[in-house]
């Protein structure tokens, strides 16, 4: 069953442009990762916002979580051509000494030259 | 450092059969978890596996399974292959799950058809 649900289902921007992309969840999470895959290959882990944290940046990447509205969004700064990808959101929950992650249904992002 | 391996990259087989895929997970990483990716209902997790023993089981039937060995690698199962089986199958390691959030590194996955 999806947790997540990402906000749009697809997104076209110009490169250069910034892409901003929203997920949402239901139950409560240790912590939120976002990944991205190109055209059906593996899953490439971009990056890991913990639950006790609001904000967190890499490279051109920034993401925010909101617990109290269980939502997370993911924002691209200067989008390039190669940013055109799938991208997941993924909420990691702890149940113990067990630990899965369950993945939205993607967001498909197109950066036109 | 090698990344996870996973191996065949592409599969054919015929309903009814049985299939065996296989991941080797990043060099230092214990534990193993396997998702499958349709187009109708996205990504799914099957199980995991920490020091040989499966720590964690997803919503599927039991024609599918697994196992660990002592060197970390893993092995996944379908038997009695049914068309819906087509899918891409994922692999992901990590360190340990459950301790230091450090996130999951997949492999490139095996893109299995029934026909």
């Known amino acids: 069953s999806q947790q997540g649900e990402e906000d749009p289902q697809a997104l076209s921007i110009q490169e250069g442009e910034n892409a901003t992309m929203n997920c949402s969840y239901k139950t409560s999470i240790n912590n939120l990762q976002w990944y991205r895959q190109n055209s059906g290959r593996g899953l490439v882990h971009l990056i890991l916002?913990?639950?006790?944290?609001r904000e967190k940046h890499s490279g051109r990447l920034r993401v925010t979580l909101d617990t109290s509205k269980k939502s997370s969004s993911l924002l691209i700064t200067a989008s390039r051509a190669a940013d055109t990808a799938s991208y997941f959101c993924a909420t990691e929950s702890h149940t113990g000494a067990n630990s899965k992650l369950t993945f939205g249904k993607g967001i498909t992002l197109s950066v036109r030259p | 450092k090698a990344g996870v391996t996973q191996t065949p990259r592409y599969l054919i087989k015929t309903r009814g059969q049985q299939v065996t895929l296989s991941c080797s997970p990043i060099?230092?990483?214990?534990?193993v978890s396997w998702y499958q990716q349709t187009p109708g209902q996205g990504l799914q997790f099957l199980f995991e596996?920490?020091?040989?023993?499966?720590?964690n089981k997803g919503n599927f039937p039991g024609r599918f399974s697994g196992r660990q060995f002592s060197n970390s690698r893993s092995e996944m199962n379908v038997s009695t292959l049914e068309l819906g089986d087509s899918a891409l199958y994922l692999c992901?390691?990590?360190?340990?799950?459950?301790?230091?959030?450090?996130?999951?590194?997949f492999g490139s996955g095996t893109r299995l058809t029934v026909v």
């Open positions: 596996y920490f020091s040989e023993t499966q720590r």
């Open positions: 060099s230092g990483h214990r534990s």
């Open positions: 916002i913990r639950s006790n944290e």
């Open positions: 992901a390691s990590s360190l340990v799950p459950g301790q230091g959030d450090y996130g999951y590194t």
